[in-house]
């Protein structure tokens, strides 16, 4: 089971802005799309959940730390909104679960007797192919 964090809407901030792409004459006029921004540092995230997001390799965290999201999805800025906080909540629960660490192991006897044996029955089969030199 995946710990689900729940953000205070206080740590969110949200910006209308105009969408883009196609869509006739309303598209001019009115801003239906949203910048979502959620600060990592100032955020009530437990500190390990905060260090591996501020680690993920994601385009939409800035480097100083601050999460942006573009919704411009729906036509509606309420859908674009609530898209946009599910979109951050998704982000956030991928770094929740701390990753298990790995354990080095080595492969059985018998997984690398089987994969010599295997290479050298290729090896045969290839080399019955070769040229025969012979003058």
Not at 11 to 19: H, L, N, V
Not at 52 to 58: I, N, V, W
Not at 94 to 123: D, F, I, M, Y
């Amino acid at each position: 089971m995946r710990p689900h964090f729940t953000i205070s809407p206080d740590e969110i901030e949200f910006s209308a802005i105009r969408a883009q792409g196609s869509g006739g004459q309303n598209v001019n006029k009115v801003s239906s799309a949203v910048h979502l921004r959620f600060d990592i540092a100032a955020s009530s995230l437990p500190e390990a959940v905060r260090m591996r997001l501020r680690q993920l390799d994601d385009h939409r965290i800035s480097k100083d730390g601050v999460v942006i999201i573009k919704a411009q999805s729906f036509r509606s800025l309420e859908k674009n909104r609530a898209d946009a906080i599910r979109r951050l909540e998704e982000l956030i629960d991928r770094v929740a679960v701390e990753p298990k660490a790995r354990r080095a192991t080595r492969p059985t006897r018998g997984s690398v007797k089987r994969r010599l044996e295997g290479k050298a029955r290729r090896a045969s089969v290839k080399a019955v192919r070769a040229k025969v030199c012979g003058d």
